[in-house]
């Protein structure tokens, strides 16, 4: 029986102070202390993404902080694409400034002409973003820089600021030539280029944040930059769904779950009769009476975001799902039942000591599976803070720095191979989703690390001092 299926975020002011005739001291320092806070000019911050705004939710959370915990207005430039965060298009004191894209057709060119598109798309991405930073933005107090990718964004925005006099800060979330180096190679004289600009330009930096303190050491020890650790933390939209909130997903998502691609996917019991079933009836969840419940016999939902990068195997994920059938069904010996039988007795409420399996990219869950890899192995993935934020817990990819973020037994399991990581499907889900200890300790290990520390709190402490001491070494 095939169990498992695919579905496919200072500037200071001087006043004068006189003492006139008809009024005290004192009050006239608190009248022009009152007209000098109406007309005090507001400071700026310029965040740049060379990359999709709406796929760089640390970025954006890095424009929301600058505006409502430092005051200040904030200019975004960075690719259109997916949709930024509401909070991000409604705040008035946050504007967007798109570029246009890398033309694609340029992208298909056969490989001879891969040194010249290598040269020249660098070249015009720095024209654009110069022209971005010098000519359409307001003059900022501080640049501050998603890094990767580094070339050409940070010799852009290192000429931006010297032009504008403004201040420069890079947040470093992983090191741009070693994702180059994945298609690459290491030995390539690109990515020797590459590292040489990125090494050259990030020193240049009048500030930096990185994301991990094993990051922190490299670039301490080996690239002579002094950075501080900014962990990446849920921001509060982030939390576990309540049922109805569940069950409203579910009633939103019943049609394509009940009508997959495949006869033989497991999401088609119970499907045959759809144009009959009950608008409130869902594979999760049902109505009984005015409330809502759980159905004891739900698939059990595997939830894995990803992106889009070439540090992530989604192949490990696939071949793990194809292991747990058929290690549930050698356990279960359904080897000489039929498929049919089976969807029958499940149709009719049976529950087996395993669940069904129902994988999504990406949503609410039970577990959440992230199989990014790192290139450096200096980097952390934002997506398992974001599933902690939910409490979820997280089967990850074991590599260096993995352990600053998932506490084995306590918020989450690691795996090297898609054989680990069947078997952790198989014990973390028997007997679910009532009699499974097991993952019941990992989500409430989730929920406390979740909880225990959101972004706000982390910028104020971490990122805050720096941007404003750096802005103030700038105007000074």
């Known amino acids: 029986m095939n169990r498992c299926s695919l579905q496919t975020n200072p500037l200071a002011f001087r006043t004068q102070l006189c003492r006139l005739p008809t009024e005290s001291s004192e009050m006239a320092g608190r009248r022009l202390g009152r007209e000098g806070e109406k007309t005090r000019k507001r400071g700026r911050a310029c965040v740049v993404v060379l990359g999709d705004i709406g796929r760089s939710p640390r970025m954006q959370f890095h424009a929301l902080s600058l505006s409502r915990q430092a005051s200040l207005q904030v200019d975004i430039v960075g690719y259109g694409g997916s949709e930024p965060y509401s909070a991000i298009l409604e705040h008035q004191s946050i504007n967007i400034y798109k570029m246009k894209q890398w033309p694609k057709f340029l992208q298909g060119l056969p490989w001879i002409f891969k040194p010249f598109v290598l040269l020249l798309k660098p070249l015009i991405q720095f024209l654009v973003l110069l022209w971005f930073l010098c000519f359409k933005v307001a003059a900022p107090d501080v640049f501050l820089v998603q890094n990767p990718p580094s070339v050409p964004t940070l010799v852009a925005v290192k000429w931006a600021s010297w032009l504008r006099g403004s201040a420069f800060i890079i947040d470093w979330h992983n090191f741009g030539y070693t994702l180059l180096a994945l298609s690459l190679g290491r030995s390539s004289r690109f990515v020797a280029v590459y590292r040489w600009f990125e090494r050259r330009y990030g020193k240049m930096a009048d500030g930096s944040l990185c994301v991990t303190r094993a990051m922190q050491h490299e670039l301490a020890q080996n690239w002579g930059i002094k950075a501080t650790v900014l962990y990446d933390q849920p921001p509060e939209f982030f939390h576990p769904a309540s049922l109805e ?12 779950l009940t009508q997959p691609h495949g006869v033989h996917d497991c999401a088609m019991i119970g499907a045959f009769d759809f144009r009959n079933k009950d608008l409130n009836d869902t594979l999760f969840t049902t109505m009984v009476g005015t409330d809502i419940v759980l159905k004891p016999n739900r698939p059990a939902i595997v ?90 817990p997280v089967c990850a990819v074991s590599y260096s720095c993995i352990k600053e ?71 000074s």
């Open 303 to 392: 939830v894995s975001s990803t992106s889009w990068t070439p540090d992530e195997d989604f192949g490990i994920l696939l071949e793990a799902a194809v292991m747990y059938d058929r290690r549930v069904a050698a356990i279960l010996d359904e080897d000489n039942s039929t498929k049919e039988d089976l969807w029958k007795e499940m149709q009719n409420g049976k529950q087996d000591l395993y669940p069904r399996l129902l994988f999504i990219i990406t949503g609410s869950a039970d577990l959440g599976v992230c199989l990014h890899t790192s290139s450096s192995g200096l980097d952390l993935p934002m997506k398992v803070v974001d599933m902690f934020g939910c409490g979820l």
């Open 405 to 475: 973020l998932v506490k084995v037994e306590k918020n989450g399991l690691l795996f090297s191979s898609s054989s680990e990581l069947a078997d952790e499907l198989v014990d973390l889900f028997k007997g679910f989703p009532d009699v499974c200890d097991t993952l019941k300790l990992l989500r409430n290990g989730a929920l406390e690390t979740g909880s225990s520390a959101r972004w706000a709190s982390e910028w104020e402490e971490n990122a805050k001092p720096l941007i404003f001491e750096v802005i103030s070494k700038s105007v």
């Open 245 to 256: 909130e569940k069950h409203k997903l579910f009633c939103r998502l019943n049609k394509n």
